[in-house]
């Protein structure tokens, strides 16, 4: 299903967490820090297979490289590992300052095998919980293939940008919303909500040409 839809960009803001969308892990799985040595286990986490995660080895290298390694301490102290009984990471989610200025959610994801039992939500209240309500707006940076995390983005209090180009990226709001409507359950859809961008958040993301998040 995912295969047919575009690798479009979409960018979401939460002026203030919706409290009632909050969830605790199920029985059996917790959250911890990812360890220097599993870094690779991080790397390959966004992607569905081995296959896909090896064609995009080199560009998660350089992605940490670009974002990340000169705070490298940060990062480590920052990334999360969601883990089963025997402390296998099968999630990751993290807050972090891109830009040195703004708050933005970091590559939120479950392993195939795991969605649906509710460690998504569990994880990223996890997430949101740590954010001082001073460091709000939150930030992040979707695709419309990612409908049912923009479904729970939506629970959380985001909304969706309208402006149509965020740093140096397009944003395809427009061409992404009768994306959503086709795969998103007709309730949820109607339920999303759209913001304009702070004049803050858009200078920072035009402050460098490395997409921060």
């Given at each position: 299903m995912k295969k047919e839809i575009p690798d479009k960009n979409l960018f979401m803001m939460c002026k203030k967490l919706n409290t009632c969308a909050l969830?605790?892990?199920?029985?059996?799985?917790?959250?911890?820090?990812?360890?220097?040595?599993?870094?690779?286990?991080?790397?390959?986490?966004?992607?569905?297979?081995?296959?896909?995660?090896?064609?995009?080895?080199?560009?998660?290298?350089?992605?940490?490289?670009?974002?990340?390694?000169?705070?490298?301490?940060?990062?480590?102290n920052k990334c999360l590992f969601v883990c089963d009984k025997n402390d296998t990471p099968i999630g990751t989610c993290f807050a972090w300052k891109a830009y040195d200025r703004i708050t933005t959610?970091?590559?939120?994801?479950?392993?195939?095998?795991?969605?649906?039992?509710?460690?998504?939500r569990a994880l990223l209240s996890v997430v949101m919980k740590s954010i001082p309500k001073d460091e709000y707006p939150v930030f992040l940076h979707t695709q419309p293939s990612?409908?049912?995390?923009?479904?729970?983005?939506?629970?959380?209090?985001?909304?969706?940008?309208?402006?149509?180009v965020i740093g140096y990226r397009q944003n395809d709001l427009e061409e992404c919303l009768p994306i959503l409507k086709t795969y998103m359950f007709k309730e949820d859809f109607e339920k999303l909500q759209f913001a304009q961008a702070p004049e803050n958040f858009l200078k920072a993301v035009k402050s460098t040409c490395i997409n921060e998040f």
């Open positions: 969830a605790e892990l199920p029985n059996g799985y917790h959250v911890r820090t990812c360890r220097r040595n599993e870094l690779d286990i991080w790397k390959k986490m966004p992607f569905d297979d081995e296959k896909t995660a090896e064609q995009y080895s080199d560009y998660m290298t350089k992605y940490f490289n670009d974002v990340y390694a000169s705070k490298e301490d940060l990062f480590f959610i970091h590559w939120f994801k479950v392993v195939k095998e795991y969605e649906g039992l509710g460690i998504g990612s409908f049912r995390a923009i479904k729970l983005y939506s629970d959380f209090g985001f909304a969706l940008l309208t402006d149509p």
